[in-house]
């Protein structure tokens, strides 16, 4: 590095380097033009002062002066180098390794850039090349500890887990027999389970365990060592010793579920399915009795009887864990309990229980078979646990008179707001639900949680100012929103995006769908920086899993739900583009001369406020200095808030592809992703490629709604053709041709008669009506009125549990809400689709949607009529939504 200088400047270069590395970046400048007044065209400055400005925020200055420094030295390694930090920089990652191989082919035996290298070839996943430059790293230099482990890790993570083995066991021969000093060894033993982990991956299970107990003086987490030991010997199946080992952990922590589960696994007492014989439930209720004297204090050891008792036995035990649970006052008893709901006849079970102790309560004030009393709160909490039963069995009325009777015994309990709030949003009733979130966080303003579950009801009534300025009291001061975004509050970012494209507002939509993928895209990013750490604080069994987990990082939900909320936008952009500029002065030209005049009005103030929000952003962006670095603290201004540019797309089809790939790799077990690709490929015209996600969903589920409508569908496109004509046109028919039989649904039959055999299939279920409903309308359009017909003739049926009738019925709000829709989108039958409306209203009477008797917004507008007939105050409703809250707080109350 700046061997072509003088001495003088070659000293200078070094403290160029230095200060880069320090980011001592103002003092590493002044050394560069001191080299450049004198040498201007030395390569090797040019580069690092480039590379100087760029950790300075000044990229396209450090572009210009690193492509000018390799212009002038392109055999310079250093130039190269920097280059490829420079695109590193930029996550341009192909790039920056491009430069790298660039900068070894003229020193190949650089170890920083070797180092460089390895980091972006394990980002990237390019783990042929990762193993290549390890090992060519452990060439150079054999006695670095770092360069062993990172050989090892890129055969394991090139599927090569046994050379993985060979090499760490060579490491090993390098050590010294008393190695590791007391200062290595946590690091050590890491490595020796890690080491063991890859002996158990490659199913040398005897070999782990015995090389497990020989180093077991050098492992210091015992913890890790015991469930290593009986995780192996488990697999052995070493039963006896296992158990021994299961209940020696257990008494380290009696509340560890995996623990109770491997002791069962031990005794020959576990089931995957959860489903047990009465002499094996009868040997577990033995086995947790013991357990449960042993660990009194223990609440797992209690719990975990509740999931394979049955009958008698069951309430018993439910009993008993319920009764000190209620006296406690613990508000997440329902949560504990919830999964107990999806057993046959235990919420029965529960629910009687519950009842008889509020019963005792009410007439005692003690349990029953007590003679001592419960304090009063007991009441409360009894009352409580059964509202959120009744909600969760779909029985509003009962669990908001439940909750009613807490509340006047007990006014002043944050939980109770959020509880009926929870039940009147399940209800349909959303402006209602976010009243009670609203004031159960004015109860409590420094609580987060009771902030954040207000802000999800607000959004879900669709009153997103409202939600903004409540969600941005727990951020810091200054740039809120982009605080709410610098934060990762994906939760918040998808209820706003779907609240948008509810109101039809695509732009918006799109920023928060899109803003939540970047999110993805930076915990992609910030995997980087562990390449190194984990390596050097030998952290590799962890390393191991958080790369694991990265690879499958696009298929968590929040990643879905964001990547189907923007497909679904592009989607209907491309059905309903927006207006240009043109057709919408021609429509304005068709006003009449006053409302275009208020039009105009409406259109200049809007643009106003628009250009002082971006006036006063760029004031405060200006506001900020210089870092101490010489960085600039600039607050970026976002140039598009609204999403209007995302609007602009000329192919939003096109845009939909980055995400339909990603939900294809990863989420292609969920029936969403292939019903958007089969959505997005038929508006496309790719007849296969819709083919193929038809194939997908009716092997997913064939009987479901989505699937029978996109079958129906498909193949009376396909017929409806016209004759084909090309090469390539009579290849797509004859492979359609083919696999039509492969359908079992349509063999032998006209969609016409397969519709009709689905319908008899599924004539009890109103979506699947619904859906058949639609293809008899898509098929033959002459037969609207018999499809409506069909749809209007549905039953609720009252839901069967245990043989006997229940009051919960099978009609679901999301599914009316969609039947609904269909009759006003599809049929384009706007009496139909208020009848439909009147009957849900009678059947879901809180439902804001349906305007159900009890909704608050027939309050709110039965208590305007009282207040205009009184000469009081106006209560007056915008745009079908209640502007004042606190009216609807007292309603809802």
């Not at 040498?39 to 690193?66: I, W």
């Not at 063999?747 to 639609?774: I, P, Y």
Request: proline share 3%; net charge neutral; aromatic share 8%.
């Amino acid at each position: 590095m700046g061997a072509s200088l003088p001495p003088k400047e070659a000293n200078l270069f070094k403290l160029i380097v230095k200060s880069y590395e320090t980011k001592q970046y103002k003092k590493g400048l002044k050394a560069a033009d001191a080299i450049l007044k004198k040498f201007p065209d030395h390569g090797e400055t040019l580069s690092m002062k480039g590379l100087t400005l760029n950790c300075m925020d000044r990229k396209q200055e450090a572009y210009e002066l690193v492509r000018l420094g390799l212009k002038n030295d392109l055999k310079s390694h250093v130039c190269w180098h920097v280059y490829g930090l420079l695109y590193r920089s930029d996550r341009e990652y192909r790039e920056a390794i491009k430069c790298y191989r660039n900068a070894l082919r003229i020193d190949p035996d650089n170890i920083e850039i070797l180092r460089d290298l390895s980091l972006l070839q394990a980002q990237m996943r390019d783990l042929a090349g990762f193993v290549e430059t390890r090992q060519q790293l452990l060439t150079l230099k054999p006695n670095h500890r770092m360069n062993w482990i990172g050989f090892a890790v890129s055969h394991h993570l090139n599927s090569n887990a046994s050379k993985a083995i060979d090499i760490l066991e060579a490491y090993e021969g390098t050590l010294e027999d008393d190695y590791p000093p007391d200062s290595e060894r946590c690091e050590h033993g890491e490595m020796l389970l890690y080491k063991i982990s890859l002996l158990e991956e490659c199913g040398f299970l005897d070999k782990a365990l015995k090389e497990l107990r020989r180093k077991e003086f050098k492992i210091v987490d015992k913890l890790s060592y015991k469930e290593e030991e009986v995780s192996l010997l488990l697999k052995l199946n070493c039963l006896d010793e296992g158990e021994k080992l299961y209940r020696v952990l257990l008494t380290m922590n009696p509340d560890n579920y995996r623990y109770y589960e491997g002791l069962q696994k031990c005794v020959g007492l576990y089931s995957e399915t959860g489903q047990y014989s009465s002499d094996e439930i009868d040997k577990l209720d033995a086995l947790y009795q013991s357990l449960g004297q042993q660990y009194t204090w223990s609440s797992a050891v209690k719990r975990i009887p509740l999931d394979f008792l049955v009958a008698e036995k069951f309430r018993d035990a439910a009993d008993n864990y319920i009764r000190p649970l209620l006296t406690k006052g613990v508000p997440s008893l329902f949560s504990d309990l919830s999964p107990l709901y999806d057993h046959s006849g235990k919420a029965d079970i529960l629910e009687k229980l519950v009842l008889d102790l509020e019963e005792s309560l009410k007439k005692t004030g003690g349990y029953p078979g007590r003679s001592g009393k419960e304090p009063p709160s007991t009441l409360m909490w009894t009352l409580f646990y059964l509202a959120q039963h009744y909600d969760r069995r779909a029985r509003y009325d009962m669990g908001l008179a439940k909750i009613d009777e807490a509340m006047q015994h007990t006014p002043t309990v944050i939980d109770l707001y959020s509880v009926k709030s929870k039940i009147l949003k399940h209800a349909g009733d959303f402006a209602a639900a976010a009243a009670l979130a609203d004031e159960a966080r004015c109860m409590d303003l420094a609580d987060r949680y009771v902030n954040s579950q207000c802000v999800k009801r607000m959004l879900q009534a669709d009153q997103v100012p409202l939600a903004e300025k409540t969600a941005v009291l727990f951020t810091k001061d200054g740039d809120q929103h982009n605080n709410l975004h610098d934060m990762q509050c994906m939760w918040y970012e998808l209820a706003s995006g779907d609240s948008y494209f509810r109101q039809g507002d695509l732009g918006r939509a799109l920023k928060k769908f899109l803003a939540v993928e970047k999110h993805y895209a930076d915990i992609t990013e910030d995997q980087f920086d562990f390449h190194s750490y984990c390596l050097r604080k030998m952290t590799l069994r962890a390393y191991i899993e958080m790369l694991r987990f990265q690879d499958r990082l696009h298929a968590h939900a929040y990643f879905r739900k964001a990547a189907t909320g923007a497909i679904r936008c592009y989607i209907k952009l491309y059905d309903s583009p927006p207006k240009s500029s043109t057709e919408e002065d021609d429509e304005l030209a068709k006003l009449p001369a006053s409302q275009k005049k208020k039009m105009r009005q409406k259109q200049r103030k809007a643009e106003a406020r628009a250009k002082k929000e971006a006036e006063v952003k760029n004031e405060e962006a200006n506001v900020s200095g210089v870092s101490k670095y010489g960085k600039r603290n600039v607050k970026t201004v976002d140039p598009d808030p609204n999403g209007e540019k995302l609007l602009q797309t000329e192919d939003p089809l096109m845009e939909t592809g980055k995400y339909l790939k990603l939900l294809q790799k990863h989420s292609s077990d969920y029936l969403e992703t292939h019903l958007l690709s089969f959505e997005v490929n038929m508006r496309k015209q790719k007849i296969l490629l819709a083919l193929q996600a038809l194939k997908h969903l009716v092997q997913l589920d064939a009987e479901n709604p989505d699937s029978h409508r996109c079958l129906i569908r498909f193949f009376h496109k396909v017929a409806s053709r016209s004759t084909p004509t090309t090469d390539a046109e009579k290849l797509v028919f004859g492979v359609l041709e083919a696999e039509r039989p492969t359908f079992s649904q349509l063999h032998g039959k006209s969609l016409m008669e397969a519709n009709a055999v689905f319908l008899e299939q599924h004539k009890d279920s109103l979506m699947h009506r619904a859906a058949a409903a639609e293809m008899i309308y898509c098929l033959e359009p002459n037969k609207k009125a018999e499809a409506i017909k069909l749809i209007e003739e549905s039953l609720n049926n009252a839901v069967s549990s245990n043989g006997l009738r229940r009051s919960v019925k099978e009609w679901k709000l999301k599914d009316c809400v969609a039947v609904h829709k269909i009759l006003v989108a599809t049929f384009d039958d706007r009496d139909a689709a208020l009848r439909w409306k009147n009957r849900c209203a009678e059947e879901f009477p809180y439902s804001t949607y349906f305007e159900g008797r009890v909704c608050s917004a027939n309050k709110a507008s039965k208590q305007a009529h009282e207040n205009a007939e009184n000469g009081g105050i106006d209560f007056l409703p915008s745009n079908g939504k209640v502007e004042k809250i606190e009216a609807i707080k007292n309603l809802a109350i």
